[in-house]
């Protein structure tokens, strides 16, 4: 049990931030399903952004290893735009 100021605060601390981990992945895993799904080849090229940005964006808060980031958005560049 947590006794100590210090071990008080990493325990509020990082509850804040694993719901807030728990939000970004969830959106990234949404976007990744928006792109394969999408059968528009606009929208899905927009949809395709979008999540390469999160993607980005996970990596860098090292949500997700940089390496599988690298790996997601060249499995969703090789999908052919109309399928």
Do not use: F
């Not at 990082?14 to 929208?43: F, G, Q």
């Amino acid at each position: 049990m947590a006794r100590s100021r210090q071990s008080l605060k990493r325990r509020r601390t990082d509850k804040v931030k694993a719901h807030r981990n728990r939000a970004r992945m969830r959106a990234l895993r949404t976007a990744i399903r928006n792109v394969t799904s999408t059968e528009d080849p606009e929208k899905r090229t927009e949809s395709l952004r979008k999540a390469q940005s999160l993607i980005d964006r996970a990596a860098r808060k090292r949500l997700i290893h940089p390496n599988k980031a690298d790996r997601l958005k060249s499995s969703l560049m090789e999908q052919p735009l109309e399928q």
